[in-house]
């Protein structure tokens, strides 16, 4: 009777067994495609709408079929000059999350440069026509140094954390890394997240993993930072992003 029982145990284990391996295996686990249409538009402007972005996007799950209405604006940013990108992402009903960038061409001039270099070349026709040491310091001393603001120097602050990383380490971008708000204004930690980039780890897989640390209440006026990071499968951190959240 014993070994009857001991049987029918194990019969029952390797069963249930079974049906957990294929319930893992059957479980959805790859996100939406992105895709953009040939006629979508390339010119990006910064009076451009979400809606108009999403133009020409659509987003396709090989579960749920057509998902574009799940699909995002998730942040536009800069890595080339007067070349901007345009993130989207989309998810199905399992969650599974998928972003794909769009590069756009600015209508934008850089103005900045071409301010410099004016200034740089009147800085120099002054020099040459001084007369005297005096004059030559009075021109010195008419030179400016262009001020970053917060959210520049913000950001020049993190290209410079992410620029001495180690190789091999995932590289994490947001969108802004300081901001302004009025009070009361609602607060999406995640919306802030621009990019993870890993030579191990899928983008969608780091997704996943996003850590953030520190909490901000909208409710009450001060200073708060949120830190983003994640850890590849090899056990690489990236760089800690900080967002630097000002509630007036």
């Known amino acids: 009777m014993r070994k009857w029982l001991v049987a029918l145990m194990i019969v029952l284990s390797v069963a249930l067994g079974g049906t957990v391996v294929g319930i893992f295996f059957m479980a959805d686990r790859k996100g939406p495609e992105i895709s953009f249409a040939g ?3 390339t010119v990006y402007s910064s009076d451009m709408t979400d809606e108009e972005l999403l133009e020409g996007v659509t987003a396709k799950d090989n579960e749920d079929g057509d998902v574009s209405n799940s699909l995002r604006v998730e942040g536009v940013f800069t890595k080339e000059e007067n070349q901007v990108y345009v993130s989207f992402v989309a998810k ?3 969650n599974n999350v998928t972003k794909r960038q769009f590069a756009m061409e600015s209508d934008e001039k850089d103005d900045k440069k071409e301010k410099k270099e004016e200034t740089e070349k009147e800085d120099s026709e002054e020099s ?3 007369e005297s040491e005096e004059t030559e310091e009075e021109g010195s001393d008419t030179e400016k ?4 603001t917060p959210a520049e120097e913000a950001a020049k602050r993190e290209q410079e954390k992410i620029d001495a990383m180690a190789p091999g380490a995932p590289k994490f971008y947001l969108t802004t890394y ?6 009361g204004t609602p ?10 980039q890993d030579d191990v780890d899928a983008t969608n897989t780091l997704y996943r993993q996003i850590q953030i640390e520190g909490s901000v209440d909208s409710g009450v006026p001060g200073t708060y930072e949120l830190t983003y990071y994640v850890v590849d499968s090899s056990g690489n951190e990236s760089n800690r ?3 630097t959240i000002v509630v007036q």
């Open 128 to 130: 040459e026509k001084a």
């Open 145 to 148: 140094v262009e001020e970053l």
């Open 39 to 41: 006629d979508k538009k």
């Open 241 to 243: 992003a900080v967002l």
């Open 187 to 196: 607060v999406d930690q995640l919306s802030y997240v621009s990019d993870i």
């Open 92 to 94: 199905d009903s399992s």
């Open 178 to 183: 300081y901001l302004e708000i009025p009070v």
